[in-house]
């Protein structure tokens, strides 16, 4: 017979009436399982964590002659802890199954992010204003979640005022990143952007180092040394390098990784999937940069620079204008997806692998001369960051 005992009430459940019709005296559980009675100020010796069987065999009969046995009255108990695996079995998901869901989410990351860096060039090629480019992917992606919730297409997520005052600081820095990068990349080539954005585990380290206190093991000091020695090789020999183009590209560097410690300390315990997460993020920085975007431009001069660009470029510059705008949404919302689907090791070298995608695919898109000395400042980064996330492992 094959029972099951459940905590915190200690009880025994089954059907065995052969054993009830066998014994005309009643059997207490205390007499034969002292173990498993609670007494005052003492624990329970049973776990809470893994169900107990108990297998019971009658001493009453003799399973051959069919004679009673001298210790007719005697019950013989045995238990065995469950392994979690015989419970968790049927809800566990096949480990084939979810690599390919990975691989899926990596696959659409990296190619909607290097659509959207294609558009987002030929956009800023014709319509240099990067304040208002980037305040149109915001406010695109925001206006696609709020209809989405609307419509329920998406379930909107449950917030409260502390949600909003812990995201603050994070939408701060997203905002102040993402314009820098737009800015960067409406100067310089963005295979070159890229490049230095290569470079943000060092300003991470550095940040957590001298100002959060936090140490590191020393492989990980170690592999800095190829990520600045190559970004460093790749700016000196940049043929259009810029210098708005490369402070722009630090400054994202810098921001992203204070967005990433806000992030981590004030989205402790908060229930909000990645895309709502992502959603909420999008809402609050579009909210935040967009009387910045009119001070530094202003609506003269993005009407200004919009008929130009229409008379050079044609009616296809809305297309690009749409396109950058929804790429940029759809390709950060996968990777916040991702983030809740593996680990940030996992996410670090695929993002990695994303800005090889990116540099490799925009060299060849937009034909940018790449010396043999700036290829091997490329790669020597990004060999850098590659060791720095399996340092941190």
Known sequence: MISSLRQPVVGISGSDLLLRQRHATPVKAGSFLPSLSREKGQGSLVSVHKPLHIASSLGGRNSVSGKSDARGDLVKCEAYEADRSEVEATNTPSEAAKKVK?????ATWWALNVVFNIYNKKVLNAYPYPWLTSTLSLACGSLMMLIS???????????DPEFWKSLF???VAHTIGHVAATVSMSKVAVSFTHIIKSGEPAFSVLVSRFLLGDTFPVPVYLSLVPIIGGCA???VTELNFNMIGFMGAMISNLAFVFRNIFSKKGMKGKSVSG???YACLSILSLAILTPFAIAVEGPQMWIAGWQTAVSQIGNQLIWWVAAQSVFYH?????????????????FSVGNTM???SVIVSSIIIFRTPVQPVNALG????????????QAKQ
């Open 149 to 159: 919730w609307a419509t329920g297409i998406a379930e909107a997520p449950k917030t």
């Open 354 to 356: 994303k800005r090889i």
């Open 378 to 389: 490329a790669a020597i980064a990004i060999l850098g960051t590659f060791l720095y996330s």
């Open 275 to 277: 895309m709502n997460y």
């Open 233 to 235: 090789l790749a700016a």
């Open 330 to 346: 759809l390709y950060n919302q996968v990777s916040y997806m991702s983030l809740d689907e593996i680990s940030p090791l996992t």
């Open 102 to 106: 990975i691989g899926i989410y990596f």
């Open 169 to 171: 600081p994070v939408a």
